[in-house]
């Protein structure tokens, strides 16, 4: 809860060229528990596995990537070559607290995200809970910076960077996720 209210703080003050929105969103995973949904998130094979991208936890310390991410490690996610040739992630962060089983905190960056210097750190809050017949992930992001997208919503309201990672996160995560313990949780002949 610190580090959101700090962020919230942080949002208020920044006078950067992007005003920052924020997502909150829930999504349930039948026949899961928050444990195997926690410890999916900060695997590099499981993290991969569950948006069908390349994806990796890499420890500073040691200059390695890792199988399972910690404080102070940074994710890489949706990797893929770009049109120079070079493999490049789209997805980047560090991990800033953890409550094994129950709770992840990091930050979190789109690598098209052109940030002016000072602006805050987008942060993600990811927490995990049993519900009926599962679990589920509790979504917080804040400081998801507002730049204006290039389309319009249903309304006719333009649409801005902070709608586009609200929709990613059902079409890039939780749809995909689903998918991917469904397989898991299949009986192998």
């Known amino acids: 809860m610190r580090l959101i209210a700090t962020c919230f703080m942080c949002a208020l003050l920044w006078a950067g060229a992007a005003s920052a929105g924020n997502v909150i969103q829930t999504a349930e995973f039948p026949g899961m528990t928050p444990q195997r949904l926690y410890d999916a998130y900060l695997s590099s094979k499981d993290h991969a596995g569950m948006t069908g991208m390349p994806a990796t936890w890499f420890r500073p310390a040691t200059g390695k990537d890792v199988a399972v991410g910690e404080v102070g490690d940074e994710f890489h996610g949706f990797g893929m070559t770009g049109s120079d040739g070079k493999f490049h992630y789209l997805l980047g962060g560090k991990l ?9 905190v990091m930050t979190w960056r ?19 809970a049993k519900v009926p017949g599962g679990a589920e992930i509790r979504l917080v992001q804040v400081n998801v910076p507002d730049f204006p997208g290039d389309g319009a919503d249903e309304t006719g309201a333009p649409e801005t960077e902070t709608d586009h990672v609200n929709t990613n ?21």
């Open 110 to 128: 789109a690598a098209m995200w052109d940030l002016p210097a000072g602006a805050p750190d987008c942060i993600l809050t990811l927490t995990f």
């Open 169 to 189: 996160w059902y079409f890039r995560y939780w749809e995909p996720m689903r998918k991917y313990f469904a397989v898991q949780a299949s009986p192998k002949p």
């Open 96 to 104: 800033l607290d953890l409550v094994p089983g129950k709770e992840i």
